[in-house]
């Protein structure tokens, strides 16, 4: 007969890798953090790192940021082998009002972070954008190095994001969009804006996606600006080719019209009860 131990049973300090990095909000209450350590199950972890990200992290990792801005949402980052990719979660998605996993997802890459597991938590409703910035913070204290120019670059991409999906796109849709204009990027390497331009114009007609004259630019200035960056784009042509799969499966292969026919059911049936008491 074979004992197993409890200690064997528990959660082993990775030595190669390094344990998670928790990041807290600095602007949480002593309540609120438990809150936070409850929901990203720091305590099943088997040792972990906990830090804080406050105004003076938004400042280094975005230009232009609020040193004063209150920071709530956190994160725990646990590295992972290469080419195990990210794996993005947001255990409290009630309290997590604009930012979507994907949404998290393609904004890292473009960062620079891949590798990882990445839960995100918050107390309360807010937008979940510090969670990025601590992201990166926790990124770093893991052992790697990002690049300021691409983490800026990396917020805006999710302040678009969050533009559009506010503007009634559909938040999928949203993060489908901007992978793969990434991805084209990445595949044909366009050397001029107007490359750019083109590429944003097929990909929004691709999936059916309208904006704005003043939203479209915004869109193909942020894409030009990755364009510059000193990215592998063979690399990350890889990483947004499995992001894209994850987005369509996620979406399905629907056929566009069959939403336009719910739409009509509904409409005959509601026609058809006003009727009855006609």
């Not at 904004?107 to 597991?117: F, R």
């Not at 559009?164 to 001029?192: C, M, R």
């Amino acid at each position: 007969m074979f004992v197993t131990s409890s200690a064997q049973a528990e959660k082993a300090v990775d030595e190669k890798l390094g344990v998670p990095v928790v990041v807290y909000g600095a602007n949480l209450s002593d309540a609120e953090k438990e809150s936070v350590k409850k929901s990203l199950k720091v305590e099943e972890e088997a040792e972990v790192e906990e830090i804080l990200v406050d105004g003076s992290d938004l400042v280094k990792y975005i230009k232009d940021g609020d040193p004063k801005a209150r920071m709530y949402s956190s994160a725990k980052i646990t590295r992972k082998d290469a080419g195990k990719g990210l794996q993005i979660s947001i255990v409290t998605p009630g309290n997590i009002t604009q930012v979507t996993s994907d949404m998290y997802a393609t904004a890292m890459l473009t960062a620079g972070i891949e590798d990882a597991v990445v839960e995100v938590a918050a107390p309360k409703a807010v937008t979940g954008h510090s969670a990025l910035v601590g992201i990166y913070k926790a990124y770093e204290v893991s052992g790697e190095k990002l690049d300021t120019e691409r983490t800026d670059v990396a917020n805006d991409e999710l302040s678009l994001a969050t533009k559009f999906s506010g503007n009634g796109i559909d938040e999928d849709k949203v993060a489908e969009l901007l992978t793969e204009i990434k991805k084209q990027i990445a595949e044909n390497k366009p050397a001029t804006k107007e490359e750019v331009e083109k590429i944003v114009n097929e990909q929004l007609k691709k999936l059916n996606i309208e904006l704005s004259d003043a939203d479209r630019q915004l869109l193909i200035d942020l894409m030009d600006r990755i364009r510059n960056l000193d990215i592998d784009f063979n690399k990350l042509s890889e990483q947004l080719n499995d992001m894209a799969a994850t987005i369509k499966e996620k979406l399905g292969d629907i056929d566009p019209g069959f939403w336009d026919k719910v739409k009509q059911f509904f409409t005959d049936l509601f026609d058809s009860i006003k009727s009855w008491f006609q």
